[in-house]
């Protein structure tokens, strides 16, 4: 596939004996697919290329490779850059390694995208959601919704560090529902204080939540 884009010999066997050789081709067909003109298929391929280089050169196996790895490449090694392998149009580097970020994970070669680090707040509502729908039949729309409600009031309250509900005081829960009320309609208040009352119901039944 990458002889859409390339012709010569020399070319060709250089970016298929590279890190990233082995999907190249792949790369291409995805560009020739979305209908890239030659010229900027091949100034795609070029960084794909560059940035195959410089794997080989700080011997990175494309298993390793991932957001890091391309912020690596593309603000620590560009700006410094001398490397003699063409290096493609500067505006079509990121969509360019996005696209063989793409392409490895697709082929199970690099790791899927680390999901972000749940705080203390979200793995108490993880196990208040997972409660309510197991032991009280909430289905998983109401659930959502009475989470969302919850995690206001304790994200005001810890942000992203520990929760401890003990010390609670009642006027921070009582300030929090007046804000809801002032703040919201009617209803909204309401579903806030039905929300904010089942999770301390369950809390108080089963410690930890
Ligand atoms: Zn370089």
Known sequence: MLEQFFTYGYVLARLRGGALGGILDDVAAHLEKRGHTP???????????H???????????PNAVGEVTIASFLEG?????????????????????????????????????QRPEQTPVDRMLESFKTYRQNACGVTDATSQG????????????????????????????????SEQTRKCSPETAGLVRTALRSFFSIHASRRPV
């Open 39 to 49: 010229r900027v298929g091949q100034s795609y391929l070029c960084a794909a290329g």
């Open 51 to 61: 940035f195959s280089h410089w794997l080989d050169l700080r011997r990175i196996s």
């Open 77 to 113: 090694h560009l700006p410094r850059c001398k490397c003699r392998v063409p290096h493609g149009l500067r505006c079509h580097m990121r969509a360019a390694l996005d696209h063989v970020l793409a392409v490895l994970r697709a082929r199970g070669l690099a790791r899927p995208p």
């Open 146 to 177: 009475n989470v969302l409600h919850v995690r206001r009031f304790l994200v005001s309250l810890y942000g992203t560090g520990e929760v401890d509900l003990r010390r609670l005081e009642p006027k921070e829960l009582i300030g929090f529902i």
